[in-house]
């Protein structure tokens, strides 16, 4: 009996023994993993700051942002932001574009503007999430920009625009660019176009203004300060030149445009130099101004529509080209997603009316 007992003492041991031995491997607690993944950096991935840019190809001839320029200035891990970039082919898409940014969290859109009121409807699509919103491209309206405290354009003044121009006029007049035809040393000039909102009296002015700073001085031979546009541009050369186009009797040609036929001649002096408010009307004046041998001058919007101005004849200077805009705008980029004023440490001020934003060393008091 006493073996008995000691024997089934000894399976019960066994057993026992046997049972603690298993333990672990049937335990209920997962095991821990030999290698987990950084649960701090994947949520760092999740949540950096989304910066949508809409790039819309057919908008080149006027300053707008590079995409991939933008994409390269946030590639560096140090970034902390996430680029989305795509492309936008009309109006419609655009805006399409940017919705379809917002819905994927973008905290800022930088839009290059086809048009001025394809503004209003990114304005009202990312004024009740928050966003920002910086502008290149067209112009947009003032109307559009108090809608909001949160958009920025990245463009240029008339003022600006003025200035550049007389400089580089001045410049061509004093080496003997625009030959001084009469001797008189004045640049004996025509000014064509402008518009109605004030913005090309503004750029008139500051033109001639900064020639007279420079030593050169002028003497007006006729100016247009409202009309612009390529029809507008051929009208005025016609009527400085004193001549009129008309359409051959019994012609069904309904292309010529209405202002040029039957224009009254008009009898000016030659001018050494035609200056026009933009390249359209430069555009439309060149053909005829050139077979005269008078000199035309405009700002070009970009480096791409200042050679094409210079393969006509027209002298292009550029402002605010596009690796610049771009530049721009990705500063502005940081400054927001950082907290800081968009204009910090960019070397630009915003205007009054904060729709336009131009350069410190360029401002001028009236």
Known sequence: MKRFSRLLCLLLCLCFAGCSAAAPASSSQPAAPASSPDSSSALTTETLPVIGVIECPWVLDISAVDAALVETAFADPDSQSTVICCKASDAESLVQSAEDLLTDGAQVLIVSLPSADAADKVIDLCQPVGASVIFTGAQPSAAAMQKYDKCWYIGMLCEQTGELLGKAVAEDFKNGVIPDANA?????????????????????????????????????????????????????????????????????????????????????????????????????????????????????????????????????????????????????????????????????????????????GDSRED
Not at 201 to 228: N, P, W
Request: proline letters at 5%; hydrophobic letters at 40%.
């Open 184 to 360: 008189d040393g004045l640049l004996q000039y025509a000014w064509f176009g402008g518009d109605t909102a004030g913005g090309g009296e503004l750029h008139y002015r500051y033109c001639m203004q900064s020639c007279d700073d420079m030593g050169v001085f002028s003497a007006e031979i006729f100016s247009k300060l409202t009309a612009c546009g390529e029809q507008a541009g051929y009208a005025m050369a016609q009527n400085l030149l004193g001549i009129s186009i008309l359409p051959s009797e019994g012609s069904t040609d309904s292309s010529q445009p209405e202002e040029v036929v039957d224009i009254a001649p008009a009898s000016y002096p030659l001018p050494e130099a035609v200056l026009c408010s933009d390249s359209a009307t430069a555009r439309g004046a060149a053909p005829l101004l050139a077979e005269a041998g008078v000199y035309v001058a405009c700002v070009a919007f970009s480096e791409a529509d200042a050679q094409s101005l210079e393969e006509m004849g027209i002298h292009a200077p550029t402002w605010l080209p596009r690796d610049q805009v771009t530049e721009y705008a990705v500063d502005f980029a940081r400054n927001i997603l950082q907290g800081r004023h968009v204009t910090l440490d960019t070397g630009l001020y915003l205007d009054d009316s904060r729709q336009s934003l131009v350069s410190a």
